[in-house]
């Protein structure tokens, strides 16, 4: 480790030190979630470290008249850093800043089909990441996050930084050793085309039809869904939960992650 490093580290450990964070504010904050009811208080403890970590490593911007109070930043941390509880913020730091909104925000795009052409056009946003930064979060999409039904921005969100690791954002994060990429592919592939066919059936569909947009909304809507109903991802495609689960290296099934 470099000496800039352990610096760092020493003046963040100063920093964490300092601050007092009472129980009872973690308890306003991500008391009602159920994944952080559903993780050991060891695990709880390490999520909060780590929350505070990310909050003082990252610059918070709030945008227009969006006010985030620190119930609603310590909730947005403690969210945010749930995929990265077994892999470490070091996975966070090719971004640097934190964009927040008070509601659905409006971004212009470009983009090429499959033809060639060239597109462009905006479209209400809940959030957005962008490679090498930064992420955007709708502050009432934070909360309507958690709420039991497999939907959170700020996992989704964060999911896409993770996936952009590897050769941009495509569905492919990159994998750890000992995990196939071929096997991933083959079984993303898949439960994509089982979600597609449910779709055209007019079937009740077990994630978000938002998944079939591109193959990295799969993968951030398939994350989301990983943590906050992991029962019913598990049930529905349970390769897929594996590999999922051999990725962010936590199982939600047991009960302390």
């Not at 800039?4 to 306003?28: G, T, V, Y």
């Not at 996936?163 to 000992?178: F, S, T």
């Not at 943590?227 to 349970?238: A, G, I, K, N, Y």
């Amino acid at each position: 480790m470099s000496l800039f490093k352990r610096f760092a580290e020493w003046r963040e450990d100063r920093q964490l030190a300092e601050l007092d964070i009472s129980p009872e504010l973690w308890q306003q904050a991500l008391g009602d979630w159920s994944v952080y009811q559903g993780l050991s208080d060891a695990k709880r403890t390490k999520l909060q470290d780590m929350a505070l970590r990310l909050l003082l490593r990252k610059n918070l911007h709030a945008a227009g008249d969006a006010e985030a109070s620190d119930v609603l930043c310590l909730r947005i941390a403690g969210m945010a850093v749930v995929p990265v509880l077994e892999l470490g913020l070091d996975w966070y730091d090719r971004w640097k800043t934190l964009i927040l909104y008070d509601g659905p925000f409006h971004a212009e795009h470009s983009w090429q089909d499959e033809a060639g052409v060239v597109h462009e056009g905006g479209r209400n946003l809940s959030g957005e990441a962008w490679l090498r930064g930064p992420v955007v979060l709708s502050l009432a999409d934070v909360q309507l996050s958690g709420q039991r039904d497999g939907y959170n921005v700020v996992i989704h969100e964060l999911a896409h930084t993770l996936d952009m690791r590897h050769d941009g954002a495509n569905g492919a994060p990159p994998l750890h050793h000992g995990m196939s990429p071929a096997d991933w592919k083959r079984d993303m592939s898949a439960a994509w085309d089982d979600l597609g066919r449910r779709a055209a059936a007019g079937e009740k569909l077990p994630i978000d039809a938002y998944a079939l947009e591109a193959p990295a909304e799969f993968f951030a809507v398939l994350s989301e869904t990983f943590f906050e109903r992991p029962v019913m991802l598990q049930h529905t495609w349970p390769e897929v939960y594996q590999h999922l689960a051999d990725f962010y290296r936590q199982n939600p099934l047991t009960s302390d992650g």
